[in-house]
Every structure is written in structure tokens, then in C-alpha cells.
């Protein structure tokens, strides 16, 4: 698949490739720093360059929390391996959706045989 190569070319590069990706909701530099994306995350993965990440889901319920806190581990490949909501929706489809999203992002590959983690907070726009 030519995006995984993309995206394997990219992570080899743990500064970054200057490429752009355009969505709906952001504009995304590859290889920018999970501490630079979401100014409250904390955790040992602050330093990871996120690589991928999918346009947020957007929500057909009505529920009035407009984000989510999440506990994301990150296994040394970049790939998020464990997704633990801190604070739940109320709606268990909705906190299912956002585990999926999260599993889908990919950060850059460390030589450190270590599983880093971070808690991140994701915002919603609510769909129609």
C-alpha cells in the first residue's frame, strides 16, 4: 500500500519530513511532537512525533461532553496498543468510536524497547 510506505519512509525520519496532511478539522505536519499537538497531554510520550493521525469522529448523539481524556500506550514500532478512557461519554458506542480513532493513530518508531504512554484529550464535533 503506497500510504503505509509513506508512512514507513516518514517514520524513519524521527524529526520529521515537512509534509503537509489536510483534513477537514486541522492541518497536520508529520513528525510534529504529541506535546506541540495537545498542549494538556502529559505522559513519556510528549517526544513521539505523531504521524498519522484520522480526522476526528464526528457524533450523532447529543451528549454534552464536547471531549474525552484517554490513556494512550505506544508501543516502540508507534503504534497505540492500549486506549483507557479517563473520563467516559455516557454513551458506550461513542466510547467505542473514540478507542477505534485513537488505535488508528502512528507515531514514530524509538530504538528503546519500551511501551511510552500518554493522556490525551479528544475534542468532538457533533455530526448532524
Not at 450523532?60 to 483507557?84: H, L, R
Amino acid at each position: 500500500d503506497e500510504n503505509l510506505k509513506l508512512l514507513n519512509q516518514i517514520g524513519k525520519n524521527p524529526e520529521g519530513s515537512g509534509i503537509q496532511k489536510s483534513n477537514q478539522e486541522e492541518s497536520l505536519s508529520f513528525g510534529q511532537k504529541l506535546s506541540n499537538i495537545d498542549k494538556s497531554a502529559e505522559g513519556t510520550a510528549l517526544n513521539r512525533s505523531l504521524l498519522y493521525k484520522p480526522p476526528p469522529p464526528k457524533l450523532t448523539s447529543s451528549i454534552s461532553q464536547p471531549s474525552v481524556k484517554a490513556k494512550i500506550w505506544i508501543s516502540p514500532p508507534g503504534n497505540v496498543e492500549k486506549v483507557e478512557l479517563i473520563n467516559i461519554t455516557g454513551d458506550a458506542e461513542i466510547d467505542t468510536v473514540v478507542i477505534k480513532y485513537l488505535k488508528k493513530w502512528k507515531f514514530n518508531q524509538i530504538n528503546t524497547n519500551q511501551t511510552q504512554w500518554a493522556i490525551v484529550t479528544i475534542r468532538f464535533e457533533k455530526g448532524e
